[in-house]
């Protein structure tokens, strides 16, 4: 006979009282998410690809690239993508910036690692969707390949060369996604 098991559902609350123990925590619709502290293959491809987007997004005036310890906050989730472009907080109040009312990002880049495959490409996709976020890029260094997401059922696999064009940029940033992988 089967028993039907009771699954936990995560608050922020008790997300805000794990320990900071080198993992990173998050929770996604209820279900809590643990990650070990990442490869060095990994922020090598996060410090590149910010190095890309850093310059671009303050010439276009978009705002902020952030790096993890920055969240998303929507509907009592609560992420730290390993990179997102958004428009600066319209209400900062030195240290305590409210992650709950800060502008919902233009981009979200998760960086695929043995740990994070699957989440990376569900969990954490359907929520960026319905969140609102601009365009979510999932960087994949097996498949040397970053997929865009625009929205439900809007993806592309890219290679070769990347294109961002957001709304309120003059111009398209491009950059060789095998720059990411040198």
Same mark, same amino acid.
């Given at each position: 006979?089967?028993?039907?098991?009771?699954?936990? $559902?995560?608050?922020?609350p008790?997300?805000?009282?794990?320990?900071?123990?080198?993992?990173k925590?998050?929770? !996604?619709?209820?279900?809590? %998410?643990?990650?070990?502290?990442?490869?060095?293959?990994?922020? =090598? &491809?996060?410090?590149?690809?910010?190095a890309?987007?850093? /310059?671009?997004?303050?010439?276009?005036? *978009?705002?902020? !690239?952030?790096?993890?310890r920055?969240? *998303?906050?929507?509907e009592?989730?609560?992420v730290?993508p390993?990179? #997102?472009?958004?428009a600066?907080?319209?209400?900062?109040?030195?240290?305590?910036?409210?992650?709950?009312?800060a /502008?919902?990002?233009i #981009?979200?880049? =998760?960086?695929?690692?043995?740990?994070?495959?699957?989440?990376?490409?569900?969990? $954490? $996709? =359907? #929520?960026y &969707?319905?969140?609102?976020v601009?365009?979510?890029? &999932?960087?994949?260094?097996?498949?040397?390949?970053?997929?865009?997401?625009?929205?439900?059922g809007?993806?592309?696999?890219?290679?070769d060369?990347?294109?961002?064009?957001?709304?309120?940029?003059?111009?398209?940033?491009? %950059?060789?996604?095998?720059?990411? %992988?040198?």
């Amino acid at each position: 006979m089967a028993v039907a098991l009771e699954v936990r $559902k995560w608050t922020l609350p008790e997300l805000h009282r794990l320990p900071e123990d080198g993992n990173k925590y998050e929770v !996604v619709r209820g279900e809590l %998410f643990v990650t070990p502290a990442p490869a060095v293959q990994h922020e =090598e &491809i996060a410090a590149r690809l910010s190095a890309i987007l850093t /310059p671009y997004v303050q010439a276009e005036g *978009l705002g902020y !690239v952030y790096r993890p310890r920055a969240v *998303l906050r929507y509907e009592g989730s609560e992420v730290e993508p390993d990179l #997102l472009v958004r428009a600066r907080h319209p209400r900062p109040t030195g240290r305590d910036r409210d992650w709950n009312t800060a /502008p919902t990002p233009i #981009l979200v880049v =998760e960086i695929l690692s043995p740990y994070t495959r699957n989440r990376d490409r569900v969990q $954490k $996709k =359907e #929520l960026y &969707i319905d969140a609102g976020v601009g365009e979510y890029w &999932i960087v994949d260094p097996e498949e040397r390949a970053i997929t865009v997401v625009v929205g439900p059922g809007a993806e592309t696999l890219v290679r070769d060369d990347m294109r961002w064009a957001p709304a309120a940029a003059a111009r398209e940033l491009r %950059f060789r996604v095998s720059d990411l %992988f040198e």
